[in-house]
């Protein structure tokens, strides 16, 4: 079971991004769905998260520019990011709690993917 995440690259200040995530493997089910972010030096913080059924939780920083989202029937997971400021610069990880066939719930982290915003 992996995470694959992609979508980040280089924007200015005020512009958008949409990052997504697809889990795949032998899965039964995938569970709470997450985004979380990290720069150099810093620990990793959280920036939303979605329960199977759709609901969703923001960090401060981002609520009312950030919207995640999910497909369930595809295992995948979105963020899509708007107005974003030089401060949303970091590597974005997604998260995700997959069970598989015959196994209990495992907290699987994508590989990160860079987005950097230049003001």
């Known amino acids: 079971v992996q995470l694959q995440a992609s979508g980040g690259g280089l924007v200015q200040a005020g512009e958008s991004l949409r990052l997504s995530c697809a889990a795949s493997?032998?899965?039964?089910?995938?569970?709470?769905m997450g985004w979380y972010r990290q720069n150099p030096g810093k620990q990793r913080e959280l920036v939303a998260t979605?329960?199977?059924?759709?609901?969703?939780s923001y960090a401060d920083s981002v609520k009312g520019r950030f919207t995640i989202s999910r497909d369930n029937a595809k295992n995948t997971v979105s963020l899509q990011m708007n107005s974003l400021k030089a401060e949303d610069t970091a590597v974005y990880y997604c998260?995700?709690?997959?069970?598989?066939w015959g196994t209990g719930a495992i907290n699987s982290w994508g590989q990160g993917t860079l987005v950097t915003v230049t003001s």
């Open positions: 998260n995700a709690d997959i069970i598989g």
């Open positions: 493997g032998t899965i039964l089910r995938v569970d709470a």
């Open positions: 979605i329960t199977r059924a759709g609901s969703t």
